[in-house]
C-alpha cells in the first residue's frame, strides 16, 4: 500500500512539474508576443515611445506641478531617457503676482509656462483633458508650453473624424478631447506652443483652440503666433492635431514687417505636415498657417488649412520658399485640402509635385484664397493665376439628371468644384448658359480674358482662334457658319504664355456642335431620348445641351420645345 502511495505521488510531482513547465512556456510566448506588439507600435510613426518612467499628473495644480517636476528631473538626471507623463486631470494655471498666471516653479517651467528643458525628452498623454493657461490679458511670455528639449504630445481621445466635427468652441469645449489653450500673448518669437533648439517636437493629437496674440511692435518684430510657433532649426512633425479659432493680431507701424500666423515656421526651421488640420482661425496678416525665409516646409498627405479669416477676406497660407511634396497627397485616401495666399501669377516653389501626383490636377489639393484665382502647375511650378469668369456665362454640371450651374447653387471654381464634379463622374470643366448663334467675337468679350489670352478649337479639334488671330476662313463675328458649338474647347493662358485652364462649351439645344438650331438637332435629340444607353455615353457638354426644360432627366417635350424655337415660337433664354 505504501508503495503504491508512494508510486502516485511521484506521479502527480511529476504532473506538477509538467504544468508548471507548460505553463512557463505559455507566459515566455506571450510575453515574446506583447514585445513584437509594442515593437510593431513603435515603428509605426513612433507613436509608441519606450519609457523608462511614468507619472500620472492629477490633484490641485500645485500637486501636478511637483509630478511634473519629479518627471523632468528623472529625465535630465538619466541622460534625457524618455518619461512618460499623463494628464489625469484637467491642468488650469493659478493667478500668480509674477506671470499673471503660472502652472508652478522649478526646472520645469519657465515664466508661468510649462517647460521641457534641453537635455530632456517627455511625452505628454493629453489623455483627453485640458491644460489651460487661463490669462485673459496679453502678457510676455504668455504661452502655455516652451519646449527646448526632445517632446511629443499625444491624446488617446483625438481622432482626425472627431476633430473634423469641431466647427465652433462650444463643440470643442463640451468634447472629449486633449486640448491646449488659454495663452494670451503679447510678445514676439512666441506662441502657446512654443517649439526651440534642435530637438525633435512631434504631435499627433490635441486641439489648440482659443489662444490669442495681440502684439504691438516697436520695430521690426520677426515673427509670432498664436497656436505653434517652430523656431529656427527645430525640427517639428504633425502627424494629427486641430489649431482651430486663434486669434494673431500684430498692431501699429511696424506690422507689416515680419509675419504672422495661427501656426508659424521661423527662419531655417523644419516641419513635417501629414494631417494636421488649421481651420476656423482669425489673423490679420496670415490667419492660418505661414513661414520665414529659408525654411524647410515638407508637406504629406492628411494636411489641411482652410477657413481661416482675415478682416475682410480670407488668409489660408502663405509659403514664402515654397515647400516640398513627400508622398501621393491623397494616399491611403486621405483628403489633402490646402488654401493658399500668395501674390498673383508668381510661382510657389512645389518641389516632387509631378514625383507623387503626376497627371493629378493641383485643384484636388490647392486652392487660392483669393476667388479670382485658380491653383494651377506652370512648368512644375505651383502658380495662383486669375481664372476663366463671366457675368453671361457660368460654368455649369450635370448631376442626377438635372443642368445645373455654379452660381445659382453657390459653387465657387476652383475652391468647391473639384470634388462635386468627380462625384458626378465628370472630367472636364463646361461653360455654359450660351445661346445658339452665338459668336467667337461674342464669347470672347463675354469672359475676363483678352482675346490675346484664349486659344478655341472647334468640335473637330481644330484651331478657329489664336490668341487674337482668326484662323483662315473664319469670321469671329459670323453667328451662323462660324457661331460658337457644344463640344468647342477654350483654353486660356498667362502672360507668360503658359496655359492656365481648358474649358469646353456647350450651348443650349446645340446636340450636333455645330452652334446653331436645326432639324438635325431635333433627330438627335429625339434618338438620345429614346436610347438611355446612347444618352449616357455622350459627353457632359451635350448633356447639358440637350437637357432644357431640366425637370430631371431627357425627354421628348426637349425635342419639342427646339422644334417650338426653330417656329419662333418660344426664346430659349427662358430656359437657362
Known amino acids: 500500500m505504501a508503495k503504491i502511495i508512494k508510486r502516485a505521488g511521484i506521479v502527480f510531482l511529476v504532473l506538477v512539474i509538467s504544468l508548471l513547465l507548460i505553463l512557463g512556456c505559455m507566459l515566455a510566448v506571450n510575453t515574446a508576443t506583447e514585445d513584437k506588439n509594442a515593437e510593431l507600435q513603435n515603428n509605426d510613426g513612433n507613436v509608441q515611445e519606450t519609457a523608462d518612467k511614468s507619472y500620472t499628473l492629477s490633484g490641485t495644480c500645485s500637486q501636478m506641478a511637483t509630478t511634473w517636476n519629479t518627471a523632468i528631473t528623472y529625465s535630465k538626471n538619466n541622460s534625457a531617457v524618455n518619461v512618460n507623463v499623463t494628464l489625469g486631470g484637467n491642468w488650469t494655471a493659478q493667478s500668480d503676482s509674477t506671470y499673471t498666471t503660472s502652472f508652478g516653479t522649478g526646472d520645469g517651467f519657465s515664466k508661468g509656462r ?6 530632456t525628452k517627455i511625452t505628454l498623454e493629453l489623455n483627453g483633458y485640458t491644460i489651460n493657461r487661463n490669462l485673459t490679458t496679453a502678457i510676455k511670455g504668455g504661452g502655455v508650453i516652451s519646449v527646448a528639449g526632445e517632446f511629443v504630445l499625444k491624446d488617446s481621445y483625438y481622432t482626425k473624424e472627431k476633430a473634423l466635427t469641431l466647427d465652433s ?3 470643442i469645449e463640451s468634447t472629449r478631447i486633449g486640448k491646449i489653450t488659454g495663452a494670451n500673448i503679447s510678445s514676439h518669437m512666441e506662441a502657446a506652443l512654443s517649439i526651440d533648439g534642435s530637438n525633435d517636437c512631434k504631435i499627433y493629437g490635441g486641439v489648440f483652440y482659443n489662444n490669442k ?3 504691438t511692435p516697436s520695430s521690426s518684430y520677426g515673427f509670432t503666433a498664436s497656436a505653434i510657433y517652430n523656431n529656427g532649426w527645430a525640427k517639428a512633425y504633425f502627424f494629427g492635431g486641430l489649431v482651430a479659432f486663434n486669434s494673431t493680431i500684430v498692431n501699429g507701424a511696424y506690422k507689416d ?7 508659424l515656421v521661423a527662419d ?8 494636421l488640420i488649421i481651420k476656423n482661425n482669425y489673423g490679420n496678416i496670415v490667419a492660418g498657417y505661414t513661414c520665414g525665409d529659408s525654411h524647410s516646409t515638407n508637406i504629406g498627405a492628411g494636411f489641411q488649412v482652410y477657413d481661416n479669416k482675415l478682416i475682410d477676406s480670407e488668409a489660408e497660407s502663405n509659403f514664402s520658399d515654397g515647400f516640398t511634396v513627400l508622398e501621393p497627397l491623397d494616399k491611403d485616401g486621405k483628403i489633402t485640402r490646402i488654401g493658399l495666399t500668395r501674390a498673383a501669377n508668381t510661382s510657389i516653389s512645389s518641389n516632387n509635385y509631378n514625383t507623387h501626383n503626376n497627371g493629378v490636377n493641383p485643384l484636388k489639393f490647392f486652392f487660392s484664397d483669393n476667388d479670382d484665382y485658380i491653383a494651377t502647375l ?3 511650378k505651383l502658380m495662383l493665376c486669375r481664372k476663366i469668369e463671366s457675368d453671361k456665362y457660368d460654368l455649369m454640371y450635370y448631376q442626377n439628371g438635372y443642368r445645373k450651374n455654379y452660381k445659382d447653387n453657390n459653387i465657387i471654381h476652383g475652391r468647391d468644384d473639384y470634388s462635386l464634379l468627380e462625384n458626378c463622374g465628370m472630367s472636364e470643366y463646361v461653360l455654359g448658359n450660351i445661346l445658339p448663334n452665338t459668336s467667337i467675337n461674342t464669347l470672347i468679350s463675354n469672359i475676363n480674358f483678352a482675346g490675346s489670352k484664349v486659344v478655341i478649337y472647334n468640335s473637330k479639334g481644330q484651331v478657329v482662334y489664336n490668341k487674337g488671330t482668326a484662323t483662315s476662313g473664319v469670321d469671329i463675328n459670323n453667328t451662323i457658319l462660324n457661331a460658337v458649338g457644344t463640344g468647342w474647347r477654350l483654353e486660356t493662358y498667362s502672360d507668360s504664355n503658359l496655359k492656365i485652364e481648358t474649358v469646353y462649351l456647350s450651348v443650349l439645344g446645340d ?3 455645330d452652334g446653331r438650331i436645326t432639324a438635325s438637332d431635333i433627330s438627335y435629340l429625339r434618338q438620345l431620348a429614346s436610347d438611355k444607353t446612347m444618352f449616357n455615353n455622350i459627353s457632359v457638354a451635350k448633356k447639358l445641351a440637350c437637357t432644357i426644360d431640366n425637370r430631371g432627366g431627357l425627354s421628348i417635350v426637349d425635342g419639342e420645345i427646339l422644334r417650338l424655337f426653330i417656329d419662333k415660337k418660344v426664346d430659349l433664354s427662358n430656359y437657362l
Do not use: R
Not at 510649462?114 to 537635455?119: A, F, R, V
Not at 514687417?257 to 501656426?263: E, F, H, K, L, R
Open 511 to 513: 446636340v450636333n456642335g
Open 169 to 171: 468652441v462650444a463643440k
Open 378 to 380: 506652370q512648368n512644375n
Open 114 to 119: 510649462i517647460l521641457i528643458p534641453s537635455g
Open 268 to 275: 531655417y526651421a523644419y516641419s513635417y505636415l501629414y494631417d
Open 213 to 215: 496674440l495681440n502684439y
Open 257 to 263: 514687417n515680419g509675419t504672422a500666423a495661427a501656426v
